[in-house]
């Protein structure tokens, strides 16, 4: 892979500000709508971000539950905790996914959205995602599969290299193909897969599909060499978007997949 993203502080702020727009909040409502919180639970969320999503589980669970959020980036962390601070029931920790510091059986049910992607080895990780779950208990995991992509350009073979080179951000940009199997190797029993899509048939700024071009355009500026893709161009191609969405010619639509299961 060129690389993988860096969560900074700068980085936190954008996705914390991603996560808010009105797209991602429905896709939160979704996430929580198939996980069931339940008053007393325990809960973890590996991936907490900017604690969006713990802070809604953090509510729902209550004083006599608990809510963790885990998190490998620092600067993450400190969005969470800020925003979950007058929680005493939520707490914050920094983690990989791949190795989890709780005990057997910790956990009623954990989430983790746009986290397993980047995540290798995936069978050790949800080998340990199984091991902190109560029998019982249930998960919910939610990403993306890039090639369920469509987004429309004037430069279709630049649009291609642009995405070929963001793949290298993930390792494994079509995780959900694979994620049923994997989860039952681990042990888990899938009971629901959902589609939830990031649409945008026009522009809006405020939208999950004007976030991610800002990201896409950063990432790939740094990390396009490898695919011969220069600075201009990147700008070429982020410039080629701003214009069909002045012509009304903007359309952008992206797959994601959550899949519940029980152990």
Same mark, same amino acid.
């Given at each position: ?28 409502? !979704? ?129 291609? !290299? ?102």
């Amino acid at each position: 892979m060129s690389g993988m993203l860096e969560f900074d502080e700068a980085a936190a702020r954008s996705m914390e500000a991603m996560y808010l727009t009105p797209d991602v909040v429905g896709q939160r409502s !979704r996430v929580i709508d198939m996980l069931q919180p339940k008053p007393g639970e325990h809960m973890l969320d590996v991936g907490v971000g900017p604690g969006l999503l713990a802070y809604d589980l953090a509510r729902m669970v209550g004083d006599t539950g608990r809510m963790v959020g885990l998190d490998m980036s620092a600067a993450m962390l400190t969005v969470a905790r800020t925003r979950l601070a007058a929680m005493p029931q939520a707490e914050c920790v920094e983690g990989d996914a791949s190795k989890l510091k709780f005990p057997d059986a910790s956990f009623d049910a954990v989430v983790s959205t746009q986290v397993y992607e980047y995540v290798a080895p995936l069978g050790r990780a949800l080998s340990e995602l199984y091991r902190v779950t109560k029998p019982g208990g249930r998960v919910l995991i939610l990403d993306t599969d890039w090639r369920s992509i469509v987004w429309h350009s004037s430069d279709k073979a630049r649009m291609d !290299r642009v995405l070929t080179c963001w793949d290298d951000h993930l390792a494994d940009p079509h995780l959900p193909a694979i994620l049923g199997a994997a989860l039952r190797r681990a042990g888990f029993i899938v009971t629901r897969v959902e589609i939830v899509p990031m649409l945008a048939p026009h522009w809006q700024p405020v939208s999950y599909a004007a976030g991610i071009m800002r990201t896409i355009r950063g990432y790939v500026s740094a990390n396009g060499e490898k695919h011969g893709l220069t600075r201009d161009e990147v700008q070429a191609w982020y410039n080629d978007q701003l214009r069909l969405a002045e012509r009304g010619e903007f359309f952008f639509s992206l797959n994601r997949y959550a899949f519940l299961a029980s152990r």
